[in-house]
């Protein structure tokens, strides 16, 4: 049914109904005219027969009534001659019948006589009889001189007549629906060859796309469908010009832009982006936004493509695009189509990592200025007294075995180390720590940390899982200073699980970096409180558990010596670090 509703509202099938139906009109009415016009011919040949007839008869019948012939012998020789001729009849001025070709019907009157005899001259008739069928009538007067004797009346069967137009009727009919049909099938070929080039037309409309303009023929039209096909590959030139304008705008734009689908994967990218991913637009369309943008096989936590999809709205936040090699102030813009709906996102990636160090070198210049203050006070006034403590109580510990007063000795000393270690620590956040920087093993010191914080682990019943562990992943790095920043890490993690847990580390190489994740099975890092683990003095452990600057310490090592650190956390499951160092290919 749906064929046939799409058949008759098409331009072609329009076109063949109202072709039928003037085809239909047109032969019918042909057909009605020569039908009449041949009826008006044989019925006008069979008048004048009919009335040639019917005079010269008169003539004999005549005679026969002045006496000289047998009206009877004519009426019978007249009806073997014509075999059309039904009945003959003569009656007088009264009406009464004279003589009938059948003698049952003498000396009755003609029905119709009064309006028969006032006719002076013959004529004819058809008359319609039920029994008989059609036939005609030809009256004409017998007259002697100026008298009128009788009337005579002959009448003629039509039937022959009516078949022989019925059969000529039935052949036309026949000839006429052949001939429809024939008209029919070559307007359908016609039509077809008419709408072909539109059909092609169509199809080369249809298969434009962005990048792709095919016109639908090198063969020139001079007709209408010629017209239209120019003008199509006129707006095809517009289209590409258009296109090729938006192109050049779009790679000329030198910040990486890509425009995503709903699904997270590359529909666009732009020339700075492949620049920036060394690579081509063919290799970047089509792969997931964090393959790209974070060189990561799962999607990138607080996603602005994702916070765009689920307000509507403009995003903007700061990332590290390591793949891109630097800081970028990443902007997400909703993309909608022509009926408003959004189908995916616009992403523009403005590079702020010079302005970022500048950033981050004048606040901590400020903040060293002022650490630095108080560092030096914090030295001259502590240090000194410190080593005097440290001194005496080692000396007087040395100097007693199991004496009363050494218990509360050993916790002085450890009091006064821990207090010089926090000023150390203090210290180190201030200034700039020469670095040693040399080829490194990952994997020995993964092993060397584990060995240094073994007590803590065994104390505390931790289990350590070693995950995927590449071979031969050397960093560019001061080894010391990266073993200390582990400790701190692998020590804040213990201290997250007091009551045992355990403890996973992972090494791998990802995009020519080599990553380290350290991660716990502790309470986890409220959501409020990531972005400020790696603040100076905050720490969420109890007072006297922490001072604040393990992480803080971390962070500064790591990123001294080209790296990066980021945390991830879920609330009641533990905390994951995740460590970010230079890799050295060269190394091997």
């Excluded at 909608?336 to 500048?358: Q, R, S, V, W, Y």
């Excluded at 270690?421 to 994997?443: G, T």
């Excluded at 558990?545 to 080209?562: E, H, M, P």
Aim: hydrophobic share 40%; aromatic share 8%; with cysteine.
């Amino acid at each position: 049914m749906t064929r046939i509703r799409t058949f008759l509202f098409s331009l072609k099938g329009k076109a063949i109904i109202t072709g039928t139906f003037f085809i239909i009109i047109f032969m019918g009415v042909a057909v009605y005219i020569i039908l009449s016009t041949e009826w008006s011919y044989y019925f006008k040949d069979r008048e004048d027969l009919a009335r040639v007839l019917a005079e010269t008869a008169g003539i004999n019948f005549t005679n026969a009534i002045l006496g000289t012939g047998n009206i009877d012998y004519y009426i019978a020789d007249l009806l073997n001659k014509e075999n059309n001729i039904l009945t003959i009849s003569i009656f007088d001025n009264s009406g009464m019948i004279m003589a009938h070709s059948n003698l049952f019907d003498h000396n009755k009157f003609y029905k119709d006589a009064k309006e028969v005899i006032a006719h002076q001259s013959t004529f004819v008739r058809e008359i319609k009889d039920k029994e008989r069928g059609p036939v005609l009538e030809a009256i004409t007067p017998l007259m002697a001189g100026e008298r009128r004797l009788a009337t005579l009346r002959i009448e003629f069967s039509m039937k022959d007549l009516y078949d022989r137009l019925t059969l000529r009727a039935e052949r036309m009919f026949l000839r006429t629906i052949i001939a429809i049909s024939g008209s029919i099938f070559l307007m359908y070929l016609g039509i077809n060859a008419i709408l072909k080039p539109i059909r092609r037309l169509s199809k080369a409309m249809d298969s434009i796309d962005y990048g792709r303009y095919e016109t639908s023929s090198d063969i020139p039209r001079n007709d209408e469908i010629g017209v239209i096909e120019r003008s199509f590959s006129s707006m095809i030139k517009r289209l590409n010009e258009a296109d090729i304008k938006w192109e050049n705008t779009f790679n000329s734009i030198t910040d990486p832009i890509s425009i995503h689908y709903l699904d997270y994967r590359l529909a666009k990218v732009n020339s700075a982006l492949t620049l920036r991913c060394h690579t081509t637009p063919e290799d970047l369309v089509g792969r997931y936004c964090w393959e790209v943008y974070h060189n990561s096989n799962h999607k990138c936590p607080e996603c602005p493509h994702e916070r765009t999809l689920k307000t509507g709205k403009p995003s903007i936040s700061e990332k590290e695009y390591h793949p891109l090699g630097g800081t970028f102030l990443s902007s997400t813009f909703p993309y909608f189509n022509e009926d408003g709906k959004m189908i995916g996102t616009i992403h523009i990636a403005k590079e702020i990592t010079f302005e970022k160090k500048l950033q981050e070198k004048l606040i901590h210049s400020e903040k060293m200025a002022a650490m630095g203050q108080i560092a030096a006070g914090i030295a001259h006034e502590i240090n000194n007294p410190l080593n005097s403590i440290t001194g005496y109580a080692s000396y007087l510990l040395e100097q007693r075995d199991e004496t009363p007063g050494k218990e509360e000795l050993d916790k002085i000393l450890k009091a006064a180390v821990r207090c010089k270690e926090s000023v150390r620590k203090f210290l180190n956040l201030a200034r700039d720590i020469p670095k040693k920087i040399e080829s490194i093993d990952i994997k020995e010191v993964i092993e060397n940390v584990l060995s240094m914080c073994h007590h803590n682990i065994f104390s505390q019943k931790i289990k350590v899982i070693k995950g995927i562990i590449e071979p031969d992943l050397w960093v560019k790095a001061d080894k010391i200073q990266i073993e200390e920043a582990f400790i701190n890490i692998v020590l804040n993690a213990c201290q997250a699980m007091k009551d045992g847990g355990e403890l996973t580390i992972k090494a791998y190489e990802e995009g020519g970096s080599v990553k380290v994740e350290i991660a716990d099975t502790g309470p986890g890092i409220p959501e409020e409180d990531i972005d400020k683990i790696f603040d100076p003095f905050f720490t969420t452990k109890e007072p006297g558990q922490g001072t604040g600057l393990g992480l803080a310490v971390s962070r500064t090592i790591i990123k001294n010596n080209g790296g990066a650190i980021y945390c991830h956390s879920v609330l009641g499951e533990g905390a994951a670090f995740i460590i970010t160092l230079p890799g050295d290919k060269y190394a091997l």
